[in-house]
């Protein structure tokens, strides 16, 4: 699956501990403050994944990177201008196929005494020993490594490119295959879809949600993609509007084409024949390579509004998004498809589930040419609102492309909120509304706690590296 033309989003860093902080020391969004952090992060790739993201970051710097016997440890050229001489140690740790811990170290060199190894404080204060590699180096004979210390800047900018990366959506050349029967079999109620008619259990409403409920209105949340709580907390909305009477529409990140198929399946009673139907004849939930947008609990959230439309709710769906299209000619025909959809039922409250781009109701900062349907929607409806996501760190089942293969990759990856979006252990789950929209043209954040990745629904668990839901730690 080569050269998508897909781009993993390293050319940035968004929320680096300053220079101004000690660089031992991680910001802690729980406290305000810079601190040692007092565990291990792990990461949801394959170790040699993450050491090379640590070379690239070094060399965008224009350091050297060498490598040590073994692919498991790598040492940097030398700081400019750092007196005595100081260079970069980093170590990796193999914990299974995708899962890595990453050390990155400041090692200063020293004429004084006479050693083999260097001491290095790790986290806690813990020792680590360093190798006495790379000693009596040209113009610097006589010196060794002496000791260092956790350089948590770089080792914050390791985990934006790991799990703050945008989840890519694979459009055009993803052709659908033949259904496999074990992942069909799979499904069941874990997957969403059962024979039972009976109404959905909706669960609690979401705190703050109701002020956004009125007829015409539009809101977009921007999903994440490919877990749980989305899916989760849009049938709590869904089933709360209802409640009050509204006439709902869920739009979806699903190709237009596909509408006549969603159709049929909303109107069916039976949602196990439904569901088989449905994916049989799709060209979406078969496509030979699933990103977020076909998760099982997508399909989830999907037959849970056609039991709610068969509880005798105004419930309809809409598939908004292109069937091949890239850029801008994508964003207008997704902001053309909802607003068609929206055309066909003024009267309904429309709920929009979008990638966090899509969602955005301003132009981006990076490309003053893009324009997210967002801003299209918003310039046509002036009853649109968008709620961007706050949550812990957790787990997704997204594609991201590895540049170091040259292909891209769909797997279970771990999802870090930035600062702005990250939630607190003392702000409940629930919608907040801010008090003026936000530079990325959000009127609210969903918080929604700790993310858990949901498979796609065609994809059998044996063909899939899963991990453990809770973010790692060591």
């Keep these: 699956m080569r050269r998508f033309g897909l781009m993993l989003g390293l050319l940035g860093c968004v929320g680096c501990a300053t220079a101004t902080r000690g660089i031992s020391t991680r910001y802690n969004p729980e406290t305000g403050r810079y601190e040692t952090p007092t565990h291990e992060l792990v990461y949801q790739v394959p170790v040699e994944d993450a050491l090379m993201t640590v070379r690239y970051i070094l060399e965008k710097s224009r350091y050297d990177v060498m490598e040590k016997e073994g692919g498991l440890e790598m040492f940097s050229s030398f700081i400019p201008e750092a007196i005595p001489p100081e260079r970069y140690y980093i170590q990796g740790e193999r914990l299974g196929p995708r899962q890595a811990l990453v050390r990155v170290f400041r090692i200063r060199y020293t004429q004084e005494g006479v050693g083999t190894t260097a001491e290095v404080s790790g986290r806690s204060g813990e020792q680590v020993s360093v190798p006495s590699a790379f000693n009596n180096i040209p113009g610097l004979e006589g010196y060794r490594p002496a000791h260092g210390y956790r350089d948590m800047g770089i080792e914050q900018k390791l985990l934006e490119l790991l799990e703050m990366a945008p989840a890519l959506e694979l459009v055009g050349g993803n052709p659908p295959v033949p259904i496999d029967p074990a992942a069909m079999g799979s499904l069941g109620e874990k997957g969403g879809t059962t024979a039972a008619s009976t109404a959905p259990a909706c669960g609690a409403p979401v705190e703050g949600a109701s002020p956004l409920f009125s007829a015409g209105g539009v809101l977009l949340v921007a999903d994440p993609l490919g877990t749980q709580q989305v899916p989760a907390a849009a049938l ?26 969603l159709e049929r399946y909303l109107s069916s009673e039976d949602g196990s024949a439904a569901v088989e139907e449905l994916l049989s004849e799709s060209a979406f939930w078969r496509r030979a390579y699933q990103d977020g947008r076909s998760s099982r609990a997508m399909l989830w959230l999907v037959e849970q509004a056609r039991r709610l439309r068969f ?5 309809a769906m809409a598939a908004i998004d292109s069937d ?16 068609s959809a929206r055309s066909k039922r003024p009267q309904a409250w429309t709920l929009v589930l979008t990638g966090s781009v899509h969602a955005r109701t301003t132009e981006v900062s990076w490309d003053g040419d893009f324009e997210p349907m967002g801003a299209r929607v918003a310039r046509a409806l002036p009853s649109v609102r968008a709620l961007d996501v706050g949550f812990q760190r957790g787990t997704q089942f997204t ?27 003392t702000q409940a789950a629930g919608l907040k509304l801010f008090t003026a929209q936000q530079p990325h043209g959000f009127h609210g954040r969903l918080y929604l706690g700790s993310l858990t990745a949901s498979l796609p629904a065609l994809m059998a668990p044996s063909k899939v590296t899963t991990v453990d839901h809770a973010p790692a730690t060591k």
């Design 236 to 261: 709590r909305m869904l089933c709360e509007a209802t409640a009050q009477e509204l006439p709902v529409t869920l739009a979806l990140s699903i190709p237009a084409s596909e509408q006549p198929l």
């Design 311 to 315: 509880s005798g709710k105004d419930v």
């Design 324 to 339: 091949g299209a890239q850029g801008n000619e994508r964003e207008a025909q997704m902001a053309q498809h909802l607003l």
């Design 399 to 425: 594609c991201r492309y590895n540049v170091w293969d040259e292909e891209v990759a769909c797997n279970v990856f771990g999802i870090s909120p930035t600062i702005e979006a990250w939630q607190s252990s």
